[in-house]
């Protein structure tokens, strides 16, 4: 098992910046990947971004590339992302997701069910 909890939500305005964490503990030797989706109201839950945890390497959603940043320290088990230049459409609950795997692959992966565990969301609000 893999317990993972999310920090740093908040109400912005447009333009400004916000900081996402993500920590986690339990079993993560066998964390390949971590991701970052979130799910505005009466949406579905959409990919942001993720980065492989050994190698740091990272891919982004198009509405955000350019603005967001996943970064990991393996030292902390915690995953991090940087907002900038927020949009009042990047409103959403913010959820970090960890996947296991006994098997690493350079690939990335993007879909809900990709991802074995959750955090409990965080909610950002970006105002205009």
């Known amino acids: 098992q893999v317990q993972l909890v999310e920090s740093g939500g908040g109400l912005v305005q447009a333009g400004d910046s916000l900081s996402l964490s993500c920590g986690f503990a339990?079993?993560?030797?066998?964390?390949?990947?971590m991701g970052w989706f979130r799910q505005a109201p009466g949406k579905e839950r959409e990919f942001v971004a993720t980065?492989?945890?050994?190698?740091?390497?990272?891919f982004y959603a198009e509405s955000v590339k350019g603005r967001f940043t996943i970064a990991r320290d393996n030292a902390k088990n915690t995953v991090y992302l940087q907002m900038n230049t927020l949009k009042p459409e990047d409103t959403a609950i913010y959820f970090c997701?960890?996947?296991?795997?006994?098997?690493?692959?350079?690939?990335?992966?993007?879909?809900?069910?990709?991802?074995?565990?959750w955090g409990q969301g965080t909610q950002v609000t970006v105002s205009s």
């Open positions: 980065i492989r945890w050994n190698s740091g390497r990272t």
């Open positions: 997701a960890a996947r296991e795997s006994s098997i690493r692959v350079n690939i990335f992966y993007t879909l809900e069910r990709n991802y074995d565990y």
């Open positions: 339990g079993r993560i030797d066998s964390i390949t990947h």
